[in-house]
């Protein structure tokens, strides 16, 4: 097998997720907080580990590649249809938050709101372009 960039990438990217990601399930094994500082930093190699493993190169032949047109249309589709993801999962963490707590969290309720306006409203400028 050969040793593409990607498989360099992805391996050292997936390492780091696995580190920060025991680093934090032994913080809450061990009781102690965990927040912001152990959460983003999980999030953010995951989402690089998931690129990592996405996206080829055409000069190695190893992928599509994002500015091809295959590699448009995979981002476009995937990006509306994690946007109705997460506007479910502001749905469920609205209905936990007051189920759960008895409170409504008005952050989450604009963010839920403003959520729900941003894809409509970006077809309607990206449809302005080709009028």
Known sequence: MKMTARIWGAAIIGTATVIIAGFTAYKLLMGQPVGFNELMPTAVLLGSFFTAITWGSPEEGDGPAQDEELGRYITMKSAKISYFILIGLLFAALAVEKWAFDRENMALIVVTCFAMIVL????????????
């Not at 409509?120 to 009028?131: D, L």
């Open 120 to 131: 409509p409203f970006t077809e309607w400028i990206v449809s302005r372009q080709y009028r």
